[in-house]
């Protein structure tokens, strides 16, 4: 295969991937949007009816404030969860555009990106039937932004080095 062949088709290979990086940090931010959008009632009682099989689950007869307890972990891990894969699948669509030394740049605007989302997706829920502003929960997306970002610049410097040990 020749030179010139070869680069493009590793051209191509890469803009697929940029494309279908892209295409998946767009339905991801859809998905966040629904989610944080819901009504308050419908949100509450579809939280509360998975708290209640759970607690089903864990105790034989789960008292009022055993599902309260549960619902809150729910949501919890619900803010921590789809953060992180938002910090983790918009950084790497950053290192997959953004190349060399302009990585550090790529990251930095998605951390900026993940911290305007998590705070924004929270501040417009004040502005929704039975849904309110809550400050606990725009710290908890963003540790879950932030763990994501870590996790992805971790993966990379490591695989760095593995290819590098592997040389």
Same mark, same amino acid.
């Given at each position: 295969?020749?030179?010139?062949?070869?680069?493009? %088709?590793?051209?191509?290979?890469?803009?697929?991937? &940029?494309?279908?990086?892209?295409?998946?940090?767009?339905?991801?931010?859809?998905?966040?949007?629904?989610? *944080?959008? %819901?009504?308050?009632?419908?949100?509450?009682?579809?939280?509360?009816?998975?708290?209640?099989?759970?607690?089903?689950?864990?105790?034989?007869?789960?008292?009022?404030?055993?599902?309260?307890?549960? +619902? @809150?972990?729910?949501?919890?891990?619900?803010?921590?969860?789809?953060?992180?894969?938002?910090?983790?699948?918009?950084?790497? &669509?950053?290192?997959?555009?953004?190349?060399?030394?302009?990585?550090?740049?790529?990251?930095?605007?998605?951390?900026?990106?993940?911290?305007?989302?998590?705070?924004?997706?929270?501040?417009? @829920? %004040?502005?929704?039937?039975?849904?309110?502003?809550?400050?606990?929960?725009? &710290?908890?997306?963003?540790?879950?932004?932030?763990?994501?970002?870590?996790?992805?610049?971790? *993966?990379?410097?490591?695989?760095?080095?593995?290819?590098?040990? +592997?040389?």
């Amino acid at each position: 295969m020749s030179g010139e062949k070869k680069k493009n %088709q590793n051209l191509w290979l890469e803009l697929i991937v &940029v494309f279908t990086s892209v295409l998946v940090m767009l339905l991801l931010l859809y998905l966040v949007m629904i989610l *944080s959008f %819901q009504e308050g009632e419908r949100s509450i009682s579809e939280t509360m009816n998975i708290a209640e099989r759970i607690a089903a689950r864990i105790y034989e007869e789960p008292t009022a404030d055993e599902i309260k307890t549960i +619902s @809150k972990m729910l949501r919890y891990a619900a803010h921590l969860g789809l953060f992180f894969v938002v910090g983790l699948v918009g950084t790497f &669509v950053s290192m997959v555009i953004f190349r060399r030394y302009y990585r550090i740049l790529g990251v930095l605007l998605s951390g900026g990106a993940c911290y305007i989302l998590a705070y924004y997706t929270e501040y417009y @829920k %004040q502005f929704i039937d039975g849904r309110h502003f809550h400050m606990t929960d725009v &710290v908890l997306n963003w540790y879950g932004s932030a763990a994501g970002i870590a996790c992805m610049v971790i *993966s990379y410097f490591m695989n760095r080095l593995l290819v590098k040990l +592997s040389s």
